[in-house]
């Protein structure tokens, strides 16, 4: 009898030490945040992925109480600061406001990665996407690009695509626009927008194929002509130019926005995160804001994102292994 009351009395000491010892975890829960929050951009400050940082670092301070702070750690094409998010404590004082880059592309271009975006993050939410735009000068007599394609197969050595730097997607969309035509597009890689901008106003390049963001007031004016956009439906702000689908050319490829965690961040902090990101986008003053940079909403659980990262990475690790693209 004695025996049983001892181990009774063991028994509930474990388990009264194991509710004690869970207790901060699920008290720290309760009460996040409890401190300011660091949203970690993986890109310098003044990009749009900084501006959608800090739009959305707004909303959420305002919604929980706390600061949501924006700290630029750009470098290695998003992957020092992406890598920061994965190494931090998964206590939810540390997110990331991450792109398709280092979450996706970067772990087919890189020799080595610091971290493995599969395993070492976890997903928060899904933010917007930026389409790719082929865009043209206006000399160019193609209507369209399935016109500049046919017109690129029949004459090749008269047109030049840009693009604004080996490994961006800009430069994979090309290689897959490439593959998917069967046609061998002669291209010049630059360091950015602004100065392939420049060339191809100047007509020293024919085409390019870049993030819509910097080309809207170009595109709107008739300064360029836009000859199809790589999303999978058109781009509200210039519904005129039609998507490369609707052309039939197989093609989709957008620079998406997500936030993301350490892995091992608590369910309850992800989905109150993901309920407030939703509702800041979604609204009407979300969505017009977000077209400003170029960006059109895109969100939902952060199944979601997980799902877009893996069919992603199934698209572009075929994209990037054919055409054979390395990065140091």
């Keep these: 009898m004695q025996r049983r009351t001892f181990q009774t009395v063991l028994a509930t000491a474990c388990l009264a030490a194991g509710f004690a010892g869970s207790a901060p975890a699920l008290a720290q829960s309760g009460n996040w945040p409890a401190k300011p929050v660091r949203i970690v951009v993986p890109f310098p400050a003044g990009g749009s992925t900084d501006l959608v940082a800090r739009f959305i670092a707004q909303g959420l301070s305002e919604k929980f109480g706390q600061a949501f702070i924006v700290d630029n750690r750009g470098g290695a094409g998003g992957n020092i600061g992406t890598d920061a998010v994965a190494k931090a404590a998964p206590d939810g004082y540390t997110i990331g406001l991450s792109t398709s880059g280092p979450l996706v592309n970067n772990k087919f271009l890189y020799k080595e990665m610091p971290f493995n975006s599969d395993k070492d993050l976890a997903p928060i939410a899904l933010v917007c996407e930026i389409p790719l735009v082929l865009t043209s000068n206006p000399k160019v007599p193609a209507k369209n690009l399935k016109e500049f394609i046919q017109q690129a197969k029949a004459n090749p050595d008269a047109y030049t695509v840009g693009q604004p730097g080996n490994g961006t997607i800009g430069h994979l969309a090309l290689e897959q626009l490439s593959l998917v035509t069967d046609t061998k597009l002669s291209t010049v890689a630059y360091r950015g927008d602004t100065p392939a901008l420049t060339d191809l106003l100047g007509g020293s390049i024919q085409a390019l194929s870049a993030p819509i963001t910097a080309f809207i007031p170009n595109l709107a004016s008739g300064k360029l002509h836009g000859l199809a956009v790589t999303s999978a439906t058109r781009y509200p702000g210039l519904p005129n130019i039609p998507t490369a689908k609707e052309q039939g050319i197989d093609m989709v490829a957008t ?29 009407t003053y979300g969505k017009a804001k977000l077209q400003t940079y170029g960006a059109v909403v895109n969100v939902g659980p952060p199944t979601l994102l997980r799902k877009m990262m893996d069919e992603d990475s199934k698209k572009w690790q075929k994209v990037i292994a054919t055409a054979k693209v390395t990065l140091n």
């Design 255 to 283: 620079v998406w926005f997500a936030i993301v965690g350490p892995a091992g961040l608590s369910p309850e902090i992800i989905k109150s995160l993901n309920t407030e990101i939703n509702n800041i986008v979604s609204s």
